[in-house]
Nanobody, 119 residues
Framework: QVHLVESGGGLVQPGGSLRLSCKVSGDFYRFNIMGWYRQAPGKQRELVASMTSVGITNYADSVKGRFTVSRDNTKDTVYLQMNSLKVEDTAVYYC?????????????WGQGTQVTVSS
């Protein structure tokens, strides 16, 4: 069983910062992608940022220059540093672990953490 537990969400004013963390536990393939998605009310879930186990990153255009994804493979933890937050960043943020074997693709999700940007 693989479990992902997020922390760090909350309420912040526009222009503020938050740092999300996601701890992964269980058995999983070490060559993987850890990332963050978000879903705002009435919208589809979208990729925010991801990082492979060898450090290749991918960002949504809307967060480039403001958000930074990082990971500590020794702790099986992925982080999302969010700076210069905007009202439109308000959403539930989900941690994701993705990896492939010869036979199957695996996708695991955290329970989500609310981020609200409001004055």
């Amino acid at each position: 069983q693989v479990h992902l537990v997020e922390s760090g969400g909350g309420l912040v004013q526009p222009g503020g910062s938050l740092r999300l963390s996601c701890k992964v536990s269980g058995d999983f393939y070490r060559f993987n992608i850890m990332g963050w998605y978000r879903q705002a009310p009435g919208k589809q879930r979208e990729l925010v940022a991801s990082m492979t186990s060898v450090g290749i990153t991918n960002y949504a255009d809307s967060v480039k220059g403001r958000f930074t994804v990082s990971r500590d493979n020794t702790k099986d933890t992925v982080y999302l540093q969010m700076n210069s937050l905007k009202v439109e960043d308000t959403a539930v943020y989900y941690c994701n672990l993705n990896f492939k074997t010869l036979l199957k693709t695996y996708d695991y999700w955290g329970q989500g953490t609310q981020v609200t940007v409001s004055s």
